[in-house]
């Protein structure tokens, strides 16, 4: 079956524009995670959802960060006024089990901000 | 707070060669522990993982034991291959839903 996927898998933004990431779970996966990772690091936990509810938004490194999962499925990350600090790989990983041991990981959003 | 603390890459190794990659972590509780492969152009892909003290995570011919005495979760491989070349990723769960994930050690390994 289909794994997860994320669109676009590249994204330029000039510095002050507002960017929105989509990520496509596994069908009938109850768990969302975005991940943030940049370049030379590991990935670094942004946020959860538990079908359309976001029940942790802790990793979120600021207001300008947002993000929804409004049918339980399909979820947007989006950055406002982007900084060149937001420049990195967006990772979307999802779970059937809330429990989430097992995460099956998108190949990620590479945002470049100029 | 919990961390994980894997060796510094990259690793060359000719193919056959024998492979470690050290990984150790901080925790408090018990928590699950994983090895992620990241493949260019890819996402991350589960390898292997361990659930409990002394429990042995085995795919690919890769294989790691979860040491509590030494806080420890190495990757061996005995005999790498080209195809190998990635960057591998250590990481732990605490019980929760959340990773928490290594740097990364990229591998290069020379036919």
Redo the contacts between chains.
């Keep these: 079956g289909a794994g997860v996927s994320q669109s676009p898998r590249y994204k330029v933004a000039k510095r002050g524009q507002d960017v929105a990431l989509r990520c496509d779970p596994i069908s009938g996966h109850v768990s969302l995670f975005w991940y943030q990772q940049a370049l030379g690091q590991g990935p670094e936990f942004l946020t959860y959802f538990q079908n359309e509810a976001q029940l942790d938004k802790s990793g979120l490194p600021s207001d300008r960060f947002f993000a929804e999962r409004p049918e339980g499925s399909v979820s947007t990350l989006k950055i406002q006024r982007t900084q060149q600090e937001d420049s990195a790989v967006y990772l979307c990983a999802s779970s059937f089990d809330p429990g989430a041991y097992e995460q099956y990981f998108g190949p990620g959003t590479r945002l470049t901000v100029t | 707070g919990d961390s994980?603390t894997q060796m510094e890459g990259p690793v060359t190794l000719s193919e056959e060669a024998f492979l470690t990659i050290n990984c150790t972590y901080t925790a408090t509780g018990y928590p699950?522990l994983f090895w992620?492969v990241q493949y260019p152009?890819?996402?991350?892909?589960?390898l292997l993982?361990a659930?409990k003290a002394d429990d042995k995570g085995s795919n690919k011919g890769f294989e790691a034991t979860y040491r509590k005495e030494t806080t420890s979760f190495h990757l061996e491989k005995g005999s790498v291959q080209v195809s190998d070349s990635a960057v591998y990723?250590c990481?732990l769960?605490p019980g929760t839903?959340?990773?928490?994930?290594?740097?990364?050690t990229r591998l290069k390994v020379l036919a």
């Design positions: 994980v699950s992620y152009g890819e996402g991350l892909q589960l993982k659930t990723f990481a769960s839903y959340k990773y928490i994930f290594g740097t990364g």
